[in-house]
């Protein structure tokens, strides 16, 4: 499975742009898919995932991010919100035949597939 994101850019504060994250191969209901960013000098952050029909978001982004797939297309959406300059980073959408892991509020980035990243710079 490859996955190919895009939709980043340059954005203004309180933006709404949606990322995209296409798969080469079926990436099925029962695919475990999450999304992840990296600001320089940090970690990979897990942003939102979805295995089945759950969904799970961290307390950073809870109610400004959505994800969603549409499976006939073998895409994973990310709808971000109310954008902040801290949500600049390169983002990520990863698949993996398992559920994604959430330890202590974190999505876990251990996943089998990834694609390239986008660069979402988030400024006015």
């Known amino acids: 499975v490859q996955l190919q994101a895009s939709g980043g850019g340059l954005v203004q504060p309180g933006g709404s742009p949606r990322l995209s994250c296409v798969s080469s191969?079926?990436?099925?209901?029962?695919?475990?898919v999450a999304w992840f960013r990296q600001a320089p000098g940090t970690e990979r952050e897990g942003v939102s995932c979805?295995?089945?029909?759950?969904?799970y978001y961290p307390d950073s982004v809870k109610g400004r991010f959505t994800i969603s797939r549409d499976i006939a297309k073998n895409t994973i959406y990310l709808q971000m919100n109310s954008l902040k300059p801290e949500d600049t980073a390169v983002y990520y959408c990863?698949?993996?035949?398992?559920?994604?892991?959430?330890?202590?509020?974190?999505?876990?980035?251990?996943?089998?597939?990834w694609g390239q990243g986008t660069l979402v710079t988030v400024s006015s």
């Open positions: 990863a698949a993996d035949q398992s559920p994604p892991t959430v330890i202590g509020g974190h999505i876990i980035p251990i996943m089998d597939y």
């Open positions: 979805i295995y089945g029909g759950s969904t």
């Open positions: 191969g079926p990436t099925a209901y029962y695919y475990g």
